[in-house]
């Protein structure tokens, strides 16, 4: 049998030069590296470019948002990810939210902070409540948040109606920022799925409707076709008694 190193080294490659193939291979793969790495860069200089040309526009549509009832609810409670996240008292709140804006930090790579307006509610006294994300050189996740004023009895109503999952808000931030701010219209013009099962149910009443009748006009014009039966017979009968 041959030995391991004989199997991977043939007669025809010896081991100096196998070497040398694997320290090439190596040396083309640290140079690809290298081009990501630049373009990592560069990508992340366009990032900054464009994200400040958005704003503007940002600003003009979340004017637009503030004017609009119930967008920020209407918007949250369509997305599955964020409705899956939201409890009964979540949304109670959500119905004063007037708008939501997220600001990345100028190098856009260390986080974003998001900020969410509300109109007089009887649950809090903030304005507005912020939320940032942090991330550090290796990636991982940190967050913090504005503190809560709350109104009397809110704070406590609250922690015994929920239980906060793990990972809750940094899932939240997460979706919000990379699925919602780009275009929450897209959300926001989803039909109510509820509405669409009740006019299909409606429409299908009325088919049965529909039937219903067809099978009366059916039934009315057998009963006629019977009627018109029996006056012949009875006129029939009436002829052979006057011939006799």
């Known amino acids: 049998d041959l030995s391991r190193s004989q199997r991977l080294n043939p007669p025809n490659h010896p081991e100096k030069e196998q070497q040398e193939v694997t320290e090439h291979i190596d040396e083309v793969q640290n140079e690809i590296d290298r081009l990501n790495e630049q373009a990592s860069e ?8 464009y994200n400040k040309l ?3 526009f940002f600003q003009k ?19 599955p990810q964020v409705s899956a996240l939201l409890g009964e008292e979540d949304e109670e709140v959500l119905h004063y939210l007037t708008r939501v804006e997220v600001t990345e930090f100028e190098d856009i790579k260390s986080g974003y902070r998001i900020d969410f307006y ?15 994300f942090h991330l550090n050189e290796n990636g991982d996740p940190s967050s913090k948040s504005t503190e809560m004023k709350w109104k009397s009895g809110k704070d406590e109503t609250f922690k015994s109606n929920r239980i906060k999952p793990a990972g809750r808000d ?11 701010w780009p275009n929450p219209l897209k959300d926001y013009l989803v039909p109510d799925t509820d509405d669409e099962e009740g006019e299909g149910e409606e429409d299908d009443d009325d088919d ?4 219903g009748l067809e099978d009366i006009d059916e039934r009315d014009e057998d009963e006629g076709e019977e009627e018109e039966d029996v006056d012949e017979g009875e006129e029939g009968e009436e002829d052979e008694g006057e011939d006799e």
């Open 42 to 49: 560069e990508i992340l200089k366009v990032e900054q470019k």
């Open 54 to 56: 958005h704003q503007p």
């Open 61 to 79: 549509r979340s004017e637009s948002i503030t004017k609009t009832p119930n967008f920020g609810v209407t918007t949250f409670v369509n997305h």
């Open 118 to 132: 509300f109109d007089e509610n009887p649950y809090f006294e903030n304005k507005v409540l912020s939320k940032e």
């Open 170 to 180: 940094n899932e939240l931030g997460e979706v919000i920022t990379d699925d919602i």
């Open 208 to 211: 049965d409707d529909d039937e």
